[in-house]
């Protein structure tokens, strides 16, 4: 019983974006997935850091261009730590660099915006099922 009880937790989800727009539309993407909650909002880096620490969300979906702390840095902050959330990248770059660098920071996933559409809640879920 209790293995299904986990199964029906909906994945909560930290969006980090320093664009209030973006923010938005990713909210009502994510408002029709029973098994997404949105856990929270960073509108930079640091916030992004501080929420992931208190939240304790599952997913935190990160912009790399961020004030105060950009993404990356704040990516390896969330990371580092036991039982740290999955960062998933999401962001306007699909330069093989900044690929490189998400995934050096501990990112577990990458999505380029022009893809948040079709890719993003896939994304969430096959890296919170990890």
């Known amino acids: 019983m209790e293995a299904a009880a986990v199964l029906a937790q909906p994945i909560r989800v930290l969006i980090a974006d320093d664009h209030d727009l973006f923010t ?4 009502a993407l994510l408002a029709g ?6 856990a929270g909002r960073a509108r930079d880096g640091k916030e992004a850091v ?3 620490r208190t939240l304790r969300p599952d997913v935190v979906l ?16 969330i990371t580092a730590g036991d039982e740290a959330p999955c960062v998933l990248v999401l962001t306007g770059s699909d ?3 900044d690929v490189d660098r998400a995934r050096r920071a501990g ?4 999505v380029t915006k022009d893809r948040i559409a079709a890719d993003l809640v896939g994304a969430i879920r096959g ?3 990890r």
């Open 95 to 97: 330069a093989p660099l």
């Open 127 to 129: 890296i919170a099922s």
């Open 62 to 77: 990160m912009d790399i261009s961020m004030p105060v702390i950009d993404g990356i840095e704040a990516t390896e902050l």
């Open 50 to 52: 501080e929420l992931a």
């Open 24 to 27: 938005v539309a990713i909210e």
């Open 107 to 110: 990112a577990a996933g990458y």
């Open 33 to 38: 997935e029973g098994r997404i909650a949105i």
